[in-house]
T-cell receptor, first 111, second 114 residues
Framework: LAKTTQPISMDSYEGQEVNITCSHN???????ITWYQQFPSQGPRFIIQ???TKVTNEVASLFIPADRKSSTLSLPRVSLSDTAVYYC????????????FGSGTRLSIRP | EAQVTQNPRYLITVTGKKLTVTCSQN?????MSWYRQDPGLGLRQIYY???????DKGDVPEGYKVSRKEKRNFPLILESPSPNQTSLYFC?????????????FGPGTRLTVL
């Protein structure tokens, strides 16, 4: 059974780079690792996904080592509006359609 | 507008009184699922459906039922709600059936069982 582990919370300041790491074992071999962002009282929304190495989009970067047992979400130059809960998401090795969310990392950005 | 809708958004009920939370998506997605969110526990999958008439258990299915008679709808049924089912519930849909695929979430339903 796949399980993900993330820090419960992180604090940072505006303009800083923030890195959030998720540990995951037994993920489905052919599946991607996906990160979501959730604001209070809203459903999560997709940020970024990757399979190996590094992926970058207009919002974030995702670093995945060769063994795929962890991934790191990198948010460059955060602002107050990046205050949210961030989840990493993997498929379960028993069923790629059974979705395992981590418990999430609550990121707080200060002025 | 592509979206996932849930109704009701807020519900207060009493123990044992059957209830249904509806979920509908207009994106012709095959995959739909239900999650509950509790403080400190993140999102946990309750049930998911790969397509019409195909449903399977997630991590926390006890006390819940689902049905998928139409592609767009995926209602969550609590036959005999109990206080430990007080939670925030999210419905989601995606084009494919893997964690790979981007999931689109509804706005959430806050349920309180007294």
């Amino acid at each position: 059974l796949a399980k993900t582990t993330q820090p419960i919370s992180m604090d940072s300041y505006e303009g800083q780079e923030v890195n959030i790491t998720c540990s995951h074992n037994n993920i489905a071999t052919n599946d991607y690792i996906t990160w979501y962002q959730q604001f209070p009282s809203q459903g999560p929304r997709f940020i970024i996904q990757g399979y190996k190495t590094k992926v970058t989009n207009e919002v974030a970067s995702l670093f995945i080592p060769a063994d795929r047992k962890s991934s790191t979400l990198s948010l460059p130059r955060v602002s107050l509006s990046d205050t949210a809960v961030y989840y990493c998401l993997v498929g379960d090795d028993s069923s790629a359609s059974k979705i395992i969310f981590g418990s999430g990392t609550r990121l707080s950005i200060r002025p | 507008e592509a979206q996932v809708t849930q109704n009701p958004r807020y519900l207060i009920t009493v123990t044992g009184k059957k209830l249904t939370v509806t979920c509908s998506q207009n994106m012709n997605h095959e995959y739909m699922s239900w999650y509950r969110q509790d403080p400190g526990l993140g999102l946990r999958q309750i049930y998911y459906s790969m397509n019409v008439e195909v449903t399977d258990k997630g991590d926390v299915p006890e006390g819940y039922k689902v049905s998928r008679k139409e592609k767009r709808n995926f209602p969550l049924i609590l036959e005999s709600p109990s206080p430990n089912q007080t939670s925030l519930y999210f419905c989601a849909s995606s084009e494919g059936g893997r964690a790979t695929d981007t999931q689109y979430f509804g706005p959430g339903t806050r349920l309180t069982v007294l």
